[in-house]
T-cell receptor
Framework: GAGVSQSPSNKVTEKGKDVELRCDPI?????LYWYRQSLGQGLEFLIY????????KSGLPSDRFSAERTGGSVSTLTIQRTQQEDSAVYLC????????????FGPGTRLTVL | DQQVKQNSPSLSVQEGRISILNCDYT??????FLWYKKYPAEGPTFLIS?????DKNEDGRFTVFLNKSAKHLSLHIVPSQPGDSAVYFC????????????FGQGTELSVKP
């Protein structure tokens, strides 16, 4: 299919380790978003990309979180020195343009920090 | 500061009856509202949306109502079907914020046969 894909689907790591989460958006979509869903909570915005630049990083919870996007396509969300409170499902979405309100979501990466 | 709120964590409805899911927001800059449906272990899927210039949008069994003065929107599903059982998220966006969505906490709908 041509939907948004994310890898890995599950990641278990030890506190203090770094993790990288990957998102492949729908081909041709210029806007890419990262959200996370903690247990029992709604989706929380983290960062969005227009092309390779990130005009809005306001949702990143700390400087341990960073993200990049290369070639206007694949994006990687990196969490350094993971903490237990980072445990959540990390969701990626893409849309044709930033103002295109319908975003298409990937299946998410479930991160568990022990 | 929860800008989008869904105060009912769960809702149970009989098959064939109407399901009404509610959502409140606080930010008057929001100009577009969406409902997403989510099954376990899957990403949310877009269901229906409404612009702030309208008060109603209908798509088959799904209708979204917007009351701007009350900063309230609702999703009506009629008739409800067992396959509608899922978590429903309300989301809002503001045109000048690049399309990022602000989500409510979700309401888990259970439609019983």
């Amino acid at each position: 299919g041509a939907g948004v894909s994310q890898s890995p689907s599950n990641k278990v790591t030890e506190k203090g380790k770094d993790v990288e989460l990957r998102c492949d958006p729908i081909s041709g979509h210029t806007a890419l978003y990262w959200y996370r869903q903690s247990l029992g909570q709604g989706l929380e915005f983290l960062i969005y990309f227009q092309g390779n630049s990130a005009p809005d990083k306001s949702g990143l919870p700390s400087d341990r979180f960073s993200a990049e996007r290369t070639g206007g396509s694949v994006s990687t969300l990196t969490i350094q020195r993971t903490q237990q409170e980072d445990s959540a499902v990390y969701l990626c979405a893409s849309s044709l343009e930033p103002q295109e309100n319908e975003q298409f979501f990937g299946p998410g990466t479930r991160l568990t920090v022990l | 500061d929860q800008q989008v709120k869904q105060n009912s964590p769960s809702l149970s409805v009989q098959e064939g009856r109407i399901s009404i899911l509610n959502c409140d927001y606080t930010n008057s800059m929001f100009d577009y509202f969406l409902w997403y449906k989510k099954y376990p272990a899957e990403g949310p899927t877009f269901l229906i949306s409404i612009s702030s210039i309208k008060d109603k949008n209908e798509d088959g069994r799904f209708t979204v109502f917007l009351n701007k003065s009350a900063k309230h929107l609702s999703l009506h599903i009629v008739p409800s079907q067992p396959g509608d059982s899922a978590v429903y998220f309300c989301a809002a966006s503001a045109r000048n914020q690049g399309g990022k969505l602000i989500f409510g906490q979700g309401t888990e709908l259970s439609v019983k046969p």
